[in-house]
Structures are given as structure tokens and as C-alpha cells.
């Protein structure tokens, strides 16, 4: 027997809420565009998951311009540069005097609050807590996005259009017939442990710490809560690191290159594995993805969230060209544009992760011949300029 589904249409459904999908909901609203947006998390599931915490200018732009977010000026913090610690010593990289450009501190989980409440503001049709998500008819005229909703309730609406900006482990990318896409995919032998610190800032702005004992990020999040991470094995096991071993260990990394961090306890421990991804091309039919779902990066040099939003700024306006003559190729337009800017930034994440991290295996010469790398890098303006550049944002389209 069939599921009884309530039947329904809108223009473009799209399957994930986080920040690309709602940030697409958004701007297709004031296009005057129809959509509804499905999540199988419930929302305070995703507001309270850490993850991104730095935007590129672009991003910023993006959310004040178009009228998510008043807060991200007030309750962010501009960052003007960033450090590069190596070889016993710190070596900024000044973003405003080398390219005229900042970054903006400020959450992922405000990000996603400021999309959701703007989405509940203007009367979006968002959808938490969904189940039983699956997509079909892609290459008719009228895909569909069937799912149960938080009360039990089975639907099944037709689109003009489906997005599939359901993250990194995407159902959507997987719909896509194996001889029509490639994808491109690199591992790396070691992860991210990341710590959540209730202590005050140890330094006004990012620290990317090279040493032998491996890579180190201080980060931070607000005046008494800070974002930290060490590069460790990806089998790690949050349980075998205790407060004291962690700092010790952070101290260790830093120290070496003459700085200390303010200690505290320590609220969250995660491990984050490492993955390059992009799955090219991102359409078929009438299906089309964004976000992580069609790429993802190593988090050295801040790009996923930022690379989320730029997707679907560009998105919007070929899904308004598709809707407007029903023709599939602006959804090829969106797929050449946007993977111009996502090759630039795997490139970006992939040289600033292996110029930064010691592999498990490096020898003395390994270490020795990045910290030249760094030194190349730092002592020269232009080597510093493309890292000023690529780090606070190529310009949109
Ligand atoms: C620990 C960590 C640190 C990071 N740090 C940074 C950083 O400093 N800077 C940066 O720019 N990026 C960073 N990133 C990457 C950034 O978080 C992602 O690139 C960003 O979240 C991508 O947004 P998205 O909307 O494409 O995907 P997501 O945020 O993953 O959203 C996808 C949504 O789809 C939903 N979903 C999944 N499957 C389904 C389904 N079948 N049906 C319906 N919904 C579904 C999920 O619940 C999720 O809410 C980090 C990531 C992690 C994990």
C-alpha cells in the first residue's frame, strides 16, 4: 500500500535548512519567489552545533544588504588580520593594509539564528524536524520532494525546481546518475581537535600556529568563550584528553613561538575530520546543489560558510532566469559561475592546511622546509597579498 501524502506545489523546494538553504529561501522571497525548506534536524539542534566562525566581507555584505541581520556589525568582531606563528615567532598578515578588506568574527550558529528568525519574520515556510526526506522525477517537468513532518504528517509538493543544500553528507548529490558526475575527493592523515573554553581572549585576533608537535588555531567566539583546535589523529578519542592534557598540549604548540594561552574550563571537545570534495557538475535536471552538499573544504582558511552563501547568491538569480523562460540551462550558468570561485578556495584551503600541518610521517627536513615556506610567504608582499586576498574574500560576481 501506498503512504498517503497531503499534496502541494511550490515554485522551488529545497532540502536542508542551514545556511545555504535558508539563505537561498531568503533571497528568493524577495524576488517574490515561492519556496518551502525542509530540515531532519530540529532548529535548536543546528543553533546550538559549533562550527564556522569567520566571514569573508562578502558574506557580512550579504547578510546586512539584504535585511537577515542587523546584529552581525554589533555583536561581531572585525577582525583587520590574522597571525601566522612559525619558527619562534608571530607574523601578521595585515588584511586592511595589504588589500583594503576585513573578516568578520561571528558564529555560524548566530548566522543560522539570523537567517531562521528572518525566514519566521517574513512568513517562510521552513520546516524542522522532518523525516523520510526523498526526491524524485528530477528529470520531469515537475521533480517532487516527499518527507513526514515534525507531527507525523506525510507530504509530497511538486516543484518548478529542487535544491538540494542538505550538507556534506548530501541525499541529493546522491541522485545524480554515477556516469553524469564526477567526483573529486582528497583525504588528509590527520583531524582538527576542537575545544570550546570558557576564558577570556588570549589574542585580538586568529592565531595559525605552526610547529613541529603539529598545527594549532586560536580562535574566539565572544569576551569569555573561546574556539581552539590541535591537529590531531582522526581516530582520536575526546575521552583520553583531560582539561590538563589539553592545555598542556596547546601550550606546548603555542610556547614555542613565544605565546600563552588564558585558561579555562573547557565545555565542548570535538574531532573534525578533514575532506576536499566538490562534485561536479551541480545540476541535473531539475535538481541543483549548494553548499556543502556539493563540496567541502578543510576548515584552514574559513571557506565552507562562506562558500555556502556565495553559492546561493548566485543561485538565486539563475533559478529567477530558469523560472522565468522554464529552461534548465541557467542551472549549467550556476553550476560553471559558482565552481570558478569553489576551485579557487579548494586551492586556498588545501595550501593553507598542508602549509600549516606536519604530516604523521614528516621529517626534520619537512618541518624545516615549511617553516621557508612561511618565511617566503610572510617577507613578501605579494605572497602575502594572495593570502590577504583569498582569506577575506575574491570579489562576488
Ligand atoms: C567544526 C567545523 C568548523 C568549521 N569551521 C568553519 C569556518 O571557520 N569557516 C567556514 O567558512 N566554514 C567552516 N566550517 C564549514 C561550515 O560549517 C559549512 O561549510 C557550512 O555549514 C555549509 O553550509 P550548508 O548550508 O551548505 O550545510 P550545513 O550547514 O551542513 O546544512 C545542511 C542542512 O541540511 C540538513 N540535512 C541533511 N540531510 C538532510 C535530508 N536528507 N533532508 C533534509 N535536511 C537534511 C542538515 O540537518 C543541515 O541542517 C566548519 C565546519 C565544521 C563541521
Known amino acids: 500500500m501506498f503512504p498517503s501524502y497531503t499534496q502541494s506545489r511550490t515554485q522551488i523546494a529545497i532540502v536542508g535548512a542551514g545556511p545555504a538553504g535558508l539563505m537561498l529561501s531568503h533571497l528568493l522571497a524577495q524576488a517574490g519567489i515561492d519556496s518551502v525548506a525542509v530540515d531532519v534536524r530540529a532548529r535548536r539542534e543546528i543553533e546550538e552545533t559549533h562550527r564556522a566562525g569567520i566571514l569573508e566581507q562578502g558574506s557580512v555584505d550579504l547578510l546586512v544588504d539584504t535585511g537577515v541581520s542587523d546584529r552581525v556589525h554589533r555583536d561581531g568582531y572585525r577582525h583587520d588580520g590574522i597571525e601566522l606563528a612559525f619558527g619562534g615567532g608571530g607574523h601578521r598578515i595585515d588584511f586592511q593594509g595589504l588589500v583594503g578588506a576585513s573578516t568578520q568574527l561571528y558564529p555560524q550558529t548566530d548566522v543560522f539564528a539570523d537567517l531562521a528568525d528572518a525566514?519566521?519574520?517574513d512568513g517562510g515556510d521552513v520546516r524542522f524536524g522532518v523525516t523520510d526526506v526523498s526526491v524524485g522525477d528530477l528529470t520531469t517537468d515537475v521533480p517532487v520532494l516527499r518527507f513526514t513532518d515534525a507531527d507525523g504528517i506525510g507530504h509530497q509538493i511538486r516543484a518548478d525546481f529542487l535544491v538540494g543544500a542538505d550538507g556534506s553528507r548530501s541525499l541529493c548529490r546522491q541522485q545524480v546518475p554515477a556516469d553524469e558526475r564526477r567526483q573529486y575527493f582528497r583525504e588528509y592523515p590527520f583531524a582538527w581537535f576542537g575545544v570550546l573554553a570558557e576564558a577570556p581572549p588570549s589574542a585580538p585576533e586568529l592565531i595559525y600556529n605552526h610547529s613541529p608537535r603539529g598545527f594549532a588555531l586560536i580562535s574566539q567566539r565572544t569576551e569569555t568563550l573561546q574556539r581552539m583546535y590541535f591537529q590531531c589523529d582522526p581516530a582520536e578519542n575526546v575521552d583520553d584528553w583531560s582539561e590538563?592534557?589539553?592545555?598542556?598540549e596547546l601550550q606546548a604548540r603555542v610556547g614555542a613561538?613565544?605565546?600563552?594561552l588564558n585558561e579555562g574550563p573547557i565545555i565542548a571537545k570535538t574531532v573534525l575530520p578533514f575532506r576536499s570534495f566538490v562534485q561536479e557538475p551541480m545540476h541535473h535536471g531539475r535538481?541543483?546543489?549548494?553548499?556543502?552538499?556539493a563540496h567541502t573544504?578543510?576548515?584552514?582558511?574559513?571557506?565552507g560558510l562562506n562558500l555556502a552563501l556565495a553559492d546561493v547568491r548566485v543561485l538565486a538569480e539563475e533559478?529567477?532566469?530558469?523560472?522565468?523562460?522554464?529552461?534548465?540551462?541557467?542551472?549549467a550558468t550556476y553550476s560553471e559561475r559558482a565552481l570558478d570561485r569553489i576551485w579557487k578556495a579548494q586551492h586556498f584551503s588545501y595550501w593553507m592546511t598542508t602549509m600549516l600541518h606536519t604530516l604523521p610521517d614528516a621529517t626534520a627536513f619537512d618541518v624545516r622546509r615549511q617553516e621557508g615556506e612561511l618565511v617566503a610567504l610572510t617577507s613578501s608582499i605579494a605572497g602575502s597579498t594572495y593570502l590577504a586576498e583569498a582569506y577575506t574574500g575574491?570579489?562576488?560576481?
Open 287 to 293: 535538481l541543483v546543489l549548494a553548499g556543502d552538499a
Open 119 to 121: 525566514r519566521r519574520r
Open 257 to 260: 613561538n613565544g605565546y600563552h
Open 394 to 397: 575574491w570579489p562576488q560576481w
Open 319 to 331: 533559478l529567477q532566469r530558469a523560472l522565468a523562460a522554464d529552461d534548465i540551462t541557467p542551472l
Open 297 to 303: 573544504v578543510p576548515p584552514t582558511g574559513a571557506k
Open 244 to 248: 590538563d592534557r589539553i592545555w598542556a
